[in-house]
């Protein structure tokens, strides 16, 4: 089984968009991940990873806490997610505590897993 491939172009990064996702999209929520995501005009599945800055002072800990959200999406999507679906998806990281890759990947299979379910219905 090969993994799900997070490049430079699969990337969400244009502001305007990621306030498209946030202002009219859909919002699937788990323990400790909400998971924004609205149909895009392109072809391609982009992704953007945040944690916030009033939970999370120290930058280390929040680039980690996006590393793990990127491995586990990476890990998971490719079964869950077509990568040629043209959404645009936006992971918010709201826990205050900071946890392993075995709890970060839970929340991330059943966001996928809930996401799947609602674009299947």
């Not at 890990?75 to 709201?94: Q, T």
């Not at 392993?100 to 299947?120: I, N, P, Q, T």
Request: glycine share 4%; aromatic share 10%; net charge positive.
């Amino acid at each position: 089984m090969s993994a799900f491939i997070l490049s430079q172009n699969s990337s969400l990064k244009n502001t305007s968009d990621i306030d498209a996702v946030f202002k009219s999209g859909q919002k699937i929520s788990s323990e400790l991940i909400s998971l924004y995501f609205i149909k895009s005009s392109g072809k391609k599945l982009k992704t953007a990873f945040s944690v916030g800055k009033k939970s999370h002072k120290l930058a280390s800990t929040r680039n980690r806490l996006k590393r793990l959200m990127k491995e586990s999406f990476r890990l998971n999507a490719k079964d869950l997610v077509d990568s040629d679906a043209g959404y645009n998806f936006v992971f918010v990281y709201f826990g205050s505590e900071k946890v392993h890759f075995a709890k970060v990947e839970g929340c991330m299979k059943s966001l996928l897993l809930s996401f799947r379910k609602k674009m299947l219905s």
